[in-house]
């Protein structure tokens, strides 16, 4: 039986848990899930490998391609851990911090939002209860987003809006070039607002490999930015980050507002069967086509709701 093994990061994991959610199957010992589609069985385990087989392994697994981990066998650089981990001097001080909302739900666009908090500005945002906004309620989200904007703070906020995700997934984009091209356009937004001698560095809420994330802004002919630093969960270290997703994840909640006023019911998060199921009302009353105006229609959601007609 054909098969492929990648070692992919948690957050990659938790995605694929939620993407492939109406096809899971009780997992083996030590499994985080196992999942069933027509291409593979699909095993992840706590240790990061994430087993693809059957009939076509590959069409599943390339869809997480942009989320594994950098080969053990590498050398590192110098012994050293990581030249992409943000400096404590960095967290401390003025830099700019940069993440997204909606990746992971079949309705919506995807936000990213950049925001530069000067050091001076650290301790008043925590004030504010800038945190992680993933421990937040939709309208505390709201209203700390809220009191974010009425400081001094820079920031970019790009909406890319499911016509043109659509569009750029048809051409081949991967999601994870998108997230890139997102983040370093708004991270370039932010620098040209401030002055460079007020900012430590640039920290980036890790989606993917440094080394893939340079590779994506390559591809579009830029560069990486200089004193960029990845992490996962950054949101909980870095205030700056805490603010890009609090920032990130109002505008998603706005646009998931406008989308369901248009569409005339309220729009479900994520991508769960409730998804399929309003998806499958969008096609019912408007037709397949107009799917495009309101979902990552890529989804497994898609085929689901069609099945539903
Ligand atoms: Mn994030």
Redesign the pocket.
């Known amino acids: 039986m054909p098969q492929q093994v990648y070692k992919l990061l948690p957050?990659t994991i938790e995605t694929m848990k939620t993407y492939y959610m109406k096809t899971l199957q009780s997992p083996p010992q030590g499994a985080v899930f196992r999942a069933k589609t027509p291409n593979a069985v699909i095993t992840a385990y706590k240790s990061g490998k994430v087993l693809f087989q059957g009939s076509d392994p590959e069409a599943e697994a390339e869809k997480w391609a942009d989320g594994k981990q950098a080969s053990p066998k590498k050398p590192k650089n110098n012994g050293k851990n990581n030249s992409f981990a943000p400096p404590e001097t960095l967290l401390a001080g003025g830099h700019i911090g940069s993440?997204?909302?909606g990746?992971g739900d079949y309705f919506g666009p995807i936000t990213t939002a950049a925001v530069f908090v000067k050091k001076n500005q650290i301790e008043l945002l925590k004030e504010l209860g800038v945190k992680d906004s993933k421990n937040l309620s939709d309208d505390s989200i709201r209203q700390t987003a809220q009191n974010i904007l009425t400081l001094d703070i820079p920031y970019s906020l790009l909406v890319l809006r499911n016509e043109k995700y659509n569009k750029l997934q048809k051409r081949g984009w991967s999601q994870g070039k998108m997230k890139a091209i997102l983040h370093h356009y708004a991270i370039t937004n932010v620098k040209s607002k401030i002055d460079s001698s007020e900012t430590e560095g640039i920290l980036i809420?890790?989606?993917c490999e440094p080394a893939v994330y340079k590779r994506h802004i390559a591809s579009e002919n830029e560069q990486m930015h200089d004193r960029m630093f990845f992490k996962t969960?950054?949101?909980s270290y870095s205030i700056a980050?805490a603010a890009a997703?609090i920032i990130?994840r109002t505008s998603f909640l706005k646009e998931m507002d406008h989308l369901s006023k248009i569409a005339g019911f309220t729009l479900p998060k994520g991508a769960s069967g409730k998804v399929d199921q309003a998806a499958a009302r969008i096609i019912k009353t408007r037709g397949q086509e107009e799917l495009n105006n309101y979902a990552k229609t890529h989804f497994a959601n898609t085929k689901k709701a069609l099945n539903r007609q």
């Open positions: 957050e993440d997204e909302a990746t809420d890790q989606f969960k950054a949101e980050v997703s990130a």
